[in-house]
């Protein structure tokens, strides 16, 4: 693989990656980690180990607002903890 592809496949994966977190409404959770980047570090890294990004795209537009990521997601655990701790943070509606 020449550095050129390389380059292109880190982008695509990049991509990918932040279009996730996006869809799946995490980014700003993400960004408030603590350690947020080296958690996106590491979700990077198994991003850019998956062989499926054409799939990852295709789900991307086929899905609006999901509640989770495709099971074949290298990042999908991830996804579900931070989204677990969002709700857990967010104030009780029935409380009010």
């Known amino acids: 693989m020449s550095i050129l592809n390389y380059f ?11 279009a996730m ?3 799946l409404g995490l980014t700003a959770h ?11 570090k590491r979700a990077g890294q198994r991003c850019l180990a998956c062989s499926r990004p054409h ?3 295709e789900w ?5 607002e999901p509640e ?3 099971r074949f997601c290298r990042n999908r655990d991830l996804f ?6 969002m709700l857990a ?4 509606q029935n409380s009010l």
């Open 55 to 57: 799939d990852c795209a």
């Open 30 to 40: 993400l960004e408030d980690l603590p350690d947020h980047r080296n958690v996106m």
């Open 21 to 23: 977190t996006a869809k």
């Open 80 to 85: 579900a903890r931070m989204r677990d701790q």
């Open 68 to 70: 989770q990521a495709p």
């Open 89 to 92: 943070e967010q104030p009780d």
């Open 8 to 18: 292109i496949r880190v982008n695509e994966h990049a991509m990918l990656l932040e």
């Open 60 to 64: 991307l537009e086929e899905h609006d």
